[in-house]
């Protein structure tokens, strides 16, 4: 199972919106309905962002948005904040009680 | 609190083995679904170990299969990860994962981790 794609790093200044894609296979993203995203800080545990592709957990501000579209899930933050400025990795069921993950984006606040 | 602690990690042989705990407080580890994911120095995520609430059922990502071995003891409320034949690729921080929501397939509570490192 190779890792989804995203793209290494993306940018932008505070208040600007930030897209970050995730692209899968038809055995992933597209079949199942079950993407999540994590937030990562250096040398901090994950933190699950959205789940269900477009769920939020409680406490997780509604800047933070997920979508998907066939084999291409995306994380978009609304309303960049310097506390934005993190590691940000999507996650796909792939059947058969497996996941996957993908490549990792640098969120950098200009 | 709600927490997930790891503990067992350090400095192993290539060809060694170690043994990962993840012992879970403030719930019922016994009622979630759990798995383990590493990550490697500098790089991403890496989903590696699944196991049902009951513990009989158990899945792995292709490079652990027959190495690593999953388990845990709900009455002790502690989840358990064995390593064996490691290689130095096997360099890690090992984090424990909770499976969360009504139907689970997102990870909801992470452990801070356990580095191990293969160097000989």
């Known amino acids: 199972q190779s890792a989804l794609t995203q793209p290494r790093s993306v940018s932008g200044s505070p208040g600007q919106s930030v897209t970050i894609s995730c692209t899968g296979t038809?055995?992933?993203?597209?079949?199942?309905?079950?993407v999540s995203w994590y937030q990562q800080h250096p040398g901090r545990a994950p933190r699950l962002l959205i789940y269900?592709?477009?769920k939020r957990p409680s406490g997780v501000p509604d800047r933070f948005s997920g979508s998907k579209s066939g084999n291409t899930a995306s994380l978009t933050i609304s309303g960049l904040q310097i506390e934005d400025e993190s590691d940000y990795y999507c996650?796909?069921?792939?059947?058969?009680?497996?996941?996957?993950f993908g490549t990792g984006t640098t969120v950098t606040v200009l | 609190e709600v927490q997930l602690v790891e503990s067992g990690g350090g400095l192993v042989q290539p060809g060694g083995s170690l043994r990962l705990s993840c012992e879970a407080s403030?719930?019922?580890?016994?009622?979630?679904?759990m798995n383990w994911v590493r990550q490697s120095p500098g790089k991403g995520l890496e989903w590696l170990s699944y196991i049902n609430a009951g513990g009989t059922k158990s899945h792995y990502t292709a490079s652990v299969t027959g190495r690593f071995t999953v388990s845990r003891d709900n009455a002790k409320n502690s989840l358990y990860l064995q390593l064996n034949s490691l290689r130095v690729e096997d360099s890690a921080i090992y984090f424990c994962?909770?499976?969360?929501?009504?139907?689970?397939?997102?990870?909801?509570?992470w452990g801070q981790g356990a580095r191990v490192t293969v160097s000989s």
């Open positions: 403030g719930f019922v580890l016994g009622n979630h679904e």
């Open positions: 269900d592709v477009t």
């Open positions: 996650c796909s069921y792939a059947g058969s009680y497996t996941y996957v």
């Open positions: 038809s055995n992933d993203i597209d079949y199942y309905e079950y």
């Open positions: 994962a909770r499976e969360g929501g009504v139907a689970g397939f997102n990870f909801d509570l």
